[in-house]
């Protein structure tokens, strides 16, 4: 399967604990980002990453959340001291393309449902 | 800031009528309108995309309409079918960061 892979596809935490989500993108593609989608709404844009560069995380709460993406390995997307709060699907894409060469579809993968006890 | 304004939020639709869902933005500095298809468990899928130079694009059942002094898109689904049943998504896109409508979910009855 050449798509995007996220894992784990569920995942449960205590409040307090740490949540980490992973994210291989689509062969050949350089450019990551993350949203989150909670119940009956639609997804919001996290953040934007490149190998080893953070683009754009505009949409990143500024506390518990980082981002990254080395060169080597998956994108990780960890959340500090979880809280309930924090319970939603989280949804990662990848493009071959970014920056000035804008209109490119991203392709997502099936997501991570964080569940937060 | 909500980006852009999906609607309905759900929709139900006898086999072989027309599903016709809309959405609405304001800022002028997008210049990529994709649709996207969520099932129940899934990641979206791409359905079908229009730059705001053209007015209409249709691909087999599926046209998305574009009206771009009304800052207004929509979705057109054919001969809707129950393995059209899903969330969708409309989406804006400006130098690669995509802003999503709230989604609509469609149920096609047979």
């Known amino acids: 399967n050449a798509g995007v892979m996220q894992n784990p596809r569920h995942l449960v935490r205590r409040r307090g604990q740490e949540a980490r989500l992973r994210c291989s993108p689509m062969?050949?593609?350089?450019?990551v980002y993350w949203y989150r989608q909670l119940p009956e709404e639609g997804l919001k844009f996290m953040v934007y990453?490149?190998?080893?560069?953070?683009?754009?995380e505009s949409g990143m709460p500024k506390e518990r959340f980082s981002a990254e993406f080395p060169k080597e390995g998956p994108s990780i997307l960890r959340i500090q001291q979880v809280v309930r709060g924090d319970s939603a699907a989280y949804f990662c894409?990848?493009?071959?393309?970014?920056?000035?060469?804008?209109?490119?579809?991203?392709?997502f993968g099936d997501g991570t449902r964080l569940s937060i006890l | 800031q909500q980006q852009v304004k999906q609607s309905p939020q759900s929709l139900i639709v006898q086999k072989g009528g027309i599903s016709i869902i809309n959405c609405a933005y304001e800022?002028?500095?997008?210049?990529?309108f994709p649709w996207y298809q969520q099932f129940p468990g899934k990641g979206p899928a791409l359905l079908i995309a229009?730059?705001?130079?053209?007015s209409e694009k249709k691909e087999g059942r599926f046209t998305i309409s574009f009206n771009k002094s009304a800052k207004q898109f929509s979705l057109h689904i054919m001969d809707s079918q129950p393995g059209d049943s899903a969330t969708y998504l409309c989406?804006?896109?400006?130098?690669?960061?995509?802003?999503f409508g709230s989604g609509t979910k469609l149920n096609v009855k047979p």
């Open positions: 800022n002028t500095a997008f210049d990529y």
């Open positions: 062969k050949g593609h350089s450019h």
């Open positions: 990453l490149q190998k080893e560069n953070i683009i754009d």
């Open positions: 989406a804006l896109e400006n130098f690669n960061k995509f802003y």
């Open positions: 229009i730059r705001p130079d053209v």
């Open positions: 894409a990848s493009s071959p393309l970014g920056g000035l060469y804008s209109n490119q579809p991203q392709h």
